[in-house]
Each structure stands twice: as C-alpha cells, then as structure tokens.
C-alpha cells in the first residue's frame, strides 16, 4: 500500500501543474497554443534575470523537467566520456 501512494503521489501528481497548464493554454488559445505556452514561463524567466539578476524560476523548471538527479549526471557524464578516450 505504501509503494501504491508512493507511485499516485510522487510519481502521479508531481507533474500535475505542467500539464495542467499545457491544458489550459490549448483549451484557452486555440491559435498558436505553443507559443501561450512556452512565452510566459519565459517572460517571467527573462523579467527575473533582468530585474533581480537571479535565475530562481528557470532552475525551479529544471528540476520539475529533469529532477533533481538530472543535475549530477549532466555534470558528470561528459567528463567520464572524455576519460576513456
């Protein structure tokens, strides 16, 4: 039972917020929903870099994308590559 909620909360509802929001902007745009979609994270991503000089918002997206996990792999990847050859 613990390893079904764990799979429903973590796994199920983790990225509930991105497709909520990709579903709402193509049911609410019906011309040009890529765009709706993609240019406001953007625009606050670019307002905060100019504003605040900080990137808080495009890494709080990359480790909703990726994980938290992600990070340390694309770190360490391209160097054991380069090791072996």
């Known amino acids: 039972m613990v390893l079904l ?9 983790y990225y509930a ?4 929001w990709l579903l ?3 049911r609410g ?4 929903p890529f765009i709706w979609a993609f ?5 606050i991503a670019v307002v905060e870099k100019v504003a605040l000089n900080t ?3 495009l890494e709080l997206l990359r480790e909703r994308l990726v994980g ?9 990847t391209p160097r054991r590559i380069l090791r072996h050859h």
């Open 5 to 13: 909620y764990h799979l429903l909360t973590v796994h199920g509802l």
């Open 17 to 20: 917020p991105i497709y909520g």
């Open 24 to 26: 709402m902007v193509q």
């Open 29 to 32: 745009r019906r011309a040009l």
């Open 39 to 43: 240019l406001p994270p953007f625009v």
């Open 55 to 57: 990137s808080h918002f």
């Open 68 to 76: 938290s996990q992600g990070d340390g792999w694309l770190r360490t």
